[in-house]
C-alpha cells in the first residue's frame, strides 16, 4: 500500500530586512517623572529579546509583543536630569543585533506623570477591553521633607498638596477634544471596540494637576474585524 501526500511550497530568497524604532516618546521631547517608551520591531525572523540602552549603559530588557511592538517602563531610578540617548537593540536569532536610531529626550526625575500599565503600543482591542493606567507627581526628596516638616509654612504645604491629580482625559484625535475619564491616580477606560470601524486609533491621554500642570502619553490600540477564513485542504474533494 503507498499513501501520497503533497504540498504546495514557497521558496523566497530575497533577505527580508530587521528594523527596530523608537516611537514614542518623540525626539528632543520633555519627559518627567515616570513613562513608557513605546518602540516597534519589523522582521520575519525570531526575536530572542530587546534590550534598552541609556546612555550606552543597558538598563533593561523585555520581550516583543505578538503585533511586533514593545514597551520600556522609565522611572526616575534608571536616570538622573538632563539630556539624554535611548537606543533599543534587538537580538534576532541568537546571533545578529539590530539597533535602533538614537532617541533623544530631556528629562526632569520630577513633574506630573501618567501611564497606560495593561496595554502595549499596537495591541488589539477585543471584547470591550479597560485601559487602565496611573497618574501622579513625582516629588522631589527636598519636597517631601518639607510635605513631612512642621515647620512649613501652611502656603507652601498647600501649594505641594496641589501636586496631585485632579483628572485624566482620553483624545482620539490628537487633542482636538477630551473625555474625562477618572479624577484618581488609578484610572481606566472602557474600549468600545465593537462600535468601532476596523483600524488603527491614536490615543492620547493627558493628566492635569490641580495646581495646573500636565502630563500627556500615547499609544495606538488596533481593531480587528476580519472573519477567518477556514479552508480544507486534505484530505482532497472525494
Do not use: C
Amino acid at each position: 500500500n503507498i499513501t501520497r501526500v503533497s504540498r504546495n511550497i514557497i521558496l523566497d530568497k530575497s533577505e527580508v530586512s530587521t528594523k527596530v524604532d523608537i516611537l514614542y516618546p518623540l525626539n528632543g521631547e520633555h519627559v518627567q517623572g515616570m513613562f513608557n517608551l513605546y518602540g516597534n520591531v519589523s522582521t520575519k525572523k525570531e526575536v530572542n529579546s530587546l534590550m534598552l540602552y541609556i546612555d550606552e549603559e543597558e538598563v533593561a530588557m523585555t520581550d516583543v509583543t505578538n503585533t511586533g511592538y514593545f514597551k520600556f517602563t522609565i522611572t526616575p531610578e534608571l536616570l538622573s536630569g538632563g539630556t539624554h540617548i535611548f537606543t533599543v537593540r534587538a537580538l534576532i536569532d541568537e546571533k545578529t543585533v539590530v539597533t535602533s536610531g538614537d532617541r533623544y529626550l530631556i528629562y526632569t526625575p520630577s513633574g506630573p506623570w501618567i501611564t497606560i500599565d495593561n496595554f502595549t503600543m499596537g495591541d488589539y482591542a477585543i471584547d470591550r477591553p479597560f485601559i487602565e493606567g496611573s497618574a501622579g507627581y513625582a516629588f522631589t526628596e527636598s519636597q517631601l521633607l518639607k510635605l513631612r516638616d512642621k515647620d512649613t509654612s501652611d502656603v507652601e504645604k498647600k501649594e505641594l498638596k496641589a501636586k496631585t491629580v485632579e483628572k485624566v482625559e482620553l483624545s482620539f484625535d490628537n487633542g482636538k477634544t477630551f473625555e474625562e475619564v477618572s479624577k484618581n491616580r488609578k484610572w481606566r477606560y472602557r474600549f468600545e471596540n465593537g462600535d468601532k470601524a476596523q483600524g488603527y486609533y491614536f490615543m492620547l491621554v493627558r493628566a492635569t494637576m490641580k495646581n495646573g500642570e500636565t502630563a500627556v502619553t500615547r499609544s495606538i490600540i488596533q481593531v480587528d474585524k476580519t472573519k477567518p477564513i477556514v479552508r480544507l485542504i486534505s484530505p482532497g474533494e472525494g
